[in-house]
């Protein structure tokens, strides 16, 4: 097992949507340009979602041809969108390598949330995750996840608006903190996409030296996906815990002085049937998140055929959560969202759409 930083694979040319604010001034000023230009190509990109530079009329046209010469503006097409019974739209993306990547609409009564990728496939290889059996490709660069959600906007119905960001799909977002961090600073800026931090959720399995510096780009909320309650298990469930093990990882959490009551940390913990969903497991869970402001969410196992898992009967999980709750944890479960088009937490692996699944694959194609 390994965490070691992968690198960032080289894209073409420089995308205008890898960099935030500061650096996208910074680049104008270089070459001479005013900096107040990259505000404006800002609000063209992000709030009037126009990704041709012909189109940025407020910008004379030597400039946009500059603009045009030194940099690209798009990084991905959507391939596939899935619609499911419920709602959720699943959509696969293409990049220029021709790697893809998926990402998750899900419209809720009084909130619309995306999940993001921000890796193709996974290094941490979690025995019950999808994404982890694919195995790792690369880093998706900053423009990649950018685009996702740009993508994503316009599906939306004209009365939608996308309210939250969960950094939640294929990959694992602190492998990947360079890219992660300079997209959290364009979705937070007022100037680009303006939305509030604390609808962004960055989930992570726990790759501790990465906490800190994630939690000072913005104030953010962390989801810690733990899952186990003894480092026996996680070690078969999660493997970066042997390097980074439960003890560790609550301690890393006790000493962050930017999670709090007001920005609690939100802890994953994926229910799966005779594995870590005991009475036992349960009455030890209080006592480990002693001293951490924090919520419990509990995941029901999506049960998919490269994991040997199965969740748990409505009991059993009821249970679960009933001794957290009588224990004064605040807990929630998760509910289950996409799961007919393999869109739901952990089902991420560029499946194609099975024919017996009656939902039709609408192709769009991304001129
Ligand atoms: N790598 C990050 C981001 C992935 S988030 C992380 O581990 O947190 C996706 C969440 O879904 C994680 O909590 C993950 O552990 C959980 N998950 C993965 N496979 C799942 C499955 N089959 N059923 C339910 N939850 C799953």
Known sequence: MTAELPTTHAVRRPNLKDYALPALRALFKERGWPAYRGDQVAAWLYKNDVDCLDAMTNLPGDLRAAIDADFDLSSLTVVTTQHSTDGTIKFLLGAFDGTQVEAVLIPEERRVTLCVSTQVGCPLTCSFCATGALGFTRNLTTAEIVDQVLQARRLLEPDQLLSNLVFMGMGEPLLNLPAVSEAIRLFSDPKAFGMAPRRITVSTAGVLPQISPLLEVAPI??????????????????????????????????????????????????????????????????????????KVNVIPMNPHPDAPYQPPSRDVVDRFTAVLHNAGVRVTLRRDRGRDIDAACGQLANRAPTPTSGIPALTRTNA
């Open 221 to 294: 909320h962390l989801a810690v996906s733990l899952h186990a309650t003894t480092n026996e298990v996680r070690d078969v469930l999660v493997p970066l815990n042997k390097r980074f093990p439960i003890e560790k990882l609550l301690e890393t959490l006790r000493a962050e002085p930017r999670i709090n009551r007001r920005r609690p940390v939100f802890f994953e913990y994926t229910l799966m049937a005779g594995v870590n969903d005991s009475v036992e497991d349960a009455r030890r869970l209080p006592g480990l998140l002693e001293g951490i402001a924090s």
